[in-house]
Each structure stands twice: as structure tokens, then as C-alpha cells.
């Protein structure tokens, strides 16, 4: 079978992308249940997208390929291009131009209607076009109809069909959609809208610009739709261990690293009875929606968890539905001249509370579900750390561990694991 750069459904190529090119944890020997053609059409594929993106070293088990942006100098992501390689069939592309021109302005015509112009004034121009029946049609006004394309109105016993309106001067939004391309959760859309210029918008750049986020766009829009119907989903996800899960979830909420931009779902896990993320690089379909009455009563549980939580992490114990809390009590020292060390207490705590003890001393005390997670930014503050407490004596020991080895680095005496 010749190579295509179409392809019928993202699936595929999205792991190879993130597993070969993204991660770079896997190999071609890693997948034997995959031909050596498909593995190579893929990487066809890919490469045609990505091609100004593309790298290689070269080390004793083969050559390793991988993706190397600098997303500062990118203005437009290049990843949304997997989206725009979707194959289709002789029959799609000829009904899509033949039914939008039969469908002029202000014109509607009923489904028998576009089945006779289309033989009488279309296919019978050409010798080898032959027929095509009424059902295909249908199917075909269907789907755009769904799309928003075309517009079905009942007249009687039958539909009768007529163009969309478009009033939109698109050309008056085309910097609101060039940033709305590269900063939505769902840019891919914006991203189809700028195809529409005839010249591109780059006076925009951006600091933080997670790339990666596009390969997810479909998962992200399936679970936003259950959202907002209140339904539940059947998560098909694969873990790091390239193993195969499938769970029934209530999608609640998403969540967004601002340091990673890691994307998580925070759903109802109904087989543990429990709150649980799920990364959305992860998953790779969200299929069977279902309704469900009580869902608020589900979302009341997630936002008296938000109250609690530092990351996405839940710190359930084993055999438990519910975990106990870790309560975390940070002293830090900030002169009148400092005002920018309150200033970060302040801004950058998700939750807990700031709480002035004498001038210059401030304390910062929270209840979490993972003091853990807090660590990093915990960190941030040495130097002005007075002292430091928490319920879970691992997290603390580690904590002042992790002092000692910064004090070890520089050939110091000990923090002596204590508070000063």
C-alpha cells in the first residue's frame, strides 16, 4: 500500500509522537505488535509535519529521534498540523463542493430535491461518476448539519435544507483569533479559523507556550462536553507502563499545571467509590457518555476537596475512601524593605492562610491532603524560613534532609534538622 499522509483517526500517531518523539522512553523494537510499515508510514507522517522540528542522535541501540522547539521563537504550534491530515473519500470531497453549491444563499431544498439536481446537473457531465443514492446524501447532510454547516428545517413531513448564516467579518477578529490559537485549551480551533487568512498574524510570543497540549485537543473536548451534560465516561487510558486501563468516570473538573502545563481530568472513580486525577496525555479516548441525575452532589464533594488540595494528588492510604490531612505550619522572616517576600505568601499559597505573628515574622499554616506536593515551593523560602512543622513526620524529616544536603553541598555545618 503506497504511503499517505492522511490518516483516519489521531490515535496512532499520537502515541508514537509522545512515546518516540516527545518522551523519547521507547524504541521501535519496544512495539512487536506493530508492523515494521506501519511503524515507518507513521513516522513519515510525522516527520512531514514536523519536519523543520526534527533531530536525531545516534547511540548503541540505534538512532533516537526527538522534537526540538524553542517555543519562544514559535508563534503557531506546530503540532495543531496532525489535525489538519484527516483523510476522506472521493465521494467526501465531491458532495462537500457539490452540496454547499447547490445550497446557494437564501436558497433550501429538500433531501429529493438534491438527489435529482445532483444527477441531473453534476454527475451525469462525467462518463465513469455513476450514482450516488439518497442514503449517502442524507448521511452527508447529517453530519453537517451536526457541524453547523448546513441547517434542517421542517416543512411539513419533510426537512428541507439551506446554508448556515455566516455574518461574522472574520477578518475584524484576526488577532483575537491568532492569540486564541496558542493560548486556549482547545487552540486547534482557532488554529483551523486562521487557515481562513490569507496572511499570518506574529506579533504575538509567548513565555510559557506548552505545545504538547494540542495532541490532547479531542480528549479535552469530549470531557468538557460531558461536563457540561452532566454525564459520566468510560476513560480508555494507557499508563507508563504502556498497559491498558478502561474505567467509568464522572469528569468534575480540569486542572492546569502553570509549571508544566500538564493537563489533568478530576473525576468520581466509581469502582473505588472516590475522588481521582487523571493525566490527559494519558488517555486516549473518552467513549460511552451516560446521564446522570445526582451530579451536583458529586461536584459539592470535589469543590470541599478543593479546599485542600496543593496539587493533584490525594494521598488516599490503601483500603481508605478518605485520607486524613497534613497539617503544615511555615515561619518566615520578611523586613519592612521586603514587602515582596509577603507579597508571594500571599499570591502564590492555593490554600491556608497568612497570619502575622510580630513585625517582620509571618506565619503560613494550611491543612492539605499532600504536604508533599508543597515541597518545591516550600523551598523557595529558605533563607527566610524561621521554622517549619508538619503532621507528617516523613514529609518534615524530608524536608530538613534536603536542607542538610544543600548545607553539605557548600561544605557547611548541618541544619541540624531542627527549626532555626
Not at 488577532?175 to 506574529?202: C, I, M, Q, W
Not at 516523613?394 to 534532609?401: A, D, L, M, P, T
Amino acid at each position: 500500500m503506497a504511503y499517505s499522509e492522511l490518516v483516519k483517526n489521531l490515535d496512532n500517531i499520537r502515541m508514537v509522537m509522545r512515546d518516540f518523539y516527545v518522551y523519547g522512553f521507547k524504541s521501535k523494537a519496544d512495539f512487536n505488535d506493530r508492523s515494521a510499515r506501519s511503524h515507518d508510514n507513521d513516522r513519515r507522517r510525522i516527520e512531514s509535519w514536523l519536519a523543520d522540528y526534527m533531530c536525531f542522535r545516534q547511540n548503541a541501540k540505534g538512532r533516537r529521534r526527538f522534537i526540538a522547539v524553542d517555543s519562544r521563537k514559535i508563534m503557531h504550534n506546530p503540532f495543531y498540523k496532525a489535525w489538519k491530515a484527516k483523510t476522506f473519500t472521493a465521494k467526501d470531497i465531491m458532495l462537500h463542493f457539490y452540496l454547499l453549491d447547490m445550497l446557494q444563499e437564501g436558497v433550501s431544498m429538500s433531501l429529493n430535491e438534491l438527489v435529482e439536481r445532483l444527477d441531473q446537473d453534476y454527475l451525469s457531465h462525467f462518463a465513469d461518476a455513476g450514482t450516488i443514492d439518497a442514503s449517502t446524501v442524507r448521511k452527508k447532510l447529517a453530519e453537517y448539519v451536526q457541524l453547523g454547516l448546513i441547517v434542517a428545517a421542517k416543512q411539513g413531513r419533510e426537512l428541507f435544507y439551506s446554508r448556515s448564516k455566516d455574518a461574522v467579518n472574520l477578518e475584524r477578529w484576526h488577532e483575537t483569533v491568532s492569540f486564541f490559537a496558542e493560548s486556549s485549551p482547545v487552540g486547534v480551533v482557532g488554529s483551523f479559523l486562521e487557515d481562513k487568512y490569507s496572511e499570518e498574524v506574529n506579533i504575538f510570543s509567548y513565555k510559557h507556550h506548552y505545545l504538547l497540549q494540542a495532541l490532547e485537543s479531542d480528549v479535552l473536548l469530549d470531557l468538557l462536553d460531558a461536563m457540561q451534560k452532566k454525564q459520566t465516561v468510560r476513560l480508555a487510558s494507557c499508563t507508563d507502563g504502556g498497559k491498558h486501563i478502561s474505567m467509568r468516570v464522572l469528569p468534575l473538573k480540569i486542572y492546569v499545571s502553570t509549571q508544566s502545563g500538564r493537563r489533568y481530568v478530576m473525576g468520581w472513580f466509581f469502582k473505588a467509590k472516590r475522588i481521582i486525577f487523571c493525566r490527559l496525555d494519558n488517555l486516549e479516548q473518552v467513549l460511552e457518555p451516560k446521564d446522570l441525575p445526582d451530579f451536583d452532589k458529586f461536584l459539592a464533594q470535589a469543590e470541599e476537596m478543593e479546599q485542600h488540595l496543593w496539587g493533584v494528588s490525594v494521598n488516599i492510604p490503601l483500603g481508605e475512601g478518605k485520607s486524613s490531612l497534613d497539617h503544615v505550619e511555615l515561619v518566615v522572616r520578611a523586613g519592612e524593605e521586603e514587602p515582596y517576600i509577603l507579597q508571594c505568601l500571599e499570591r502564590e499559597k492555593r490554600c491556608g492562610k497568612v497570619t502575622k505573628l510580630a513585625e517582620g515574622r509571618y506565619q503560613f499554616t494550611a491543612d492539605v491532603r499532600d504536604a508533599g506536593e508543597m515541597l518545591p515551593w516550600l523551598r523557595t523560602f529558605i533563607g527566610r524560613i524561621e521554622s517549619f512543622t508538619c503532621s507528617n513526620n516523613k514529609i518534615e524529616e524530608r524536608f530538613w534532609q534536603d536542607l542538610d544536603d544543600v548545607y553539605a553541598m557548600y561544605g557547611l555545618s548541618k541544619a541540624g534538622g531542627g527549626h532555626e
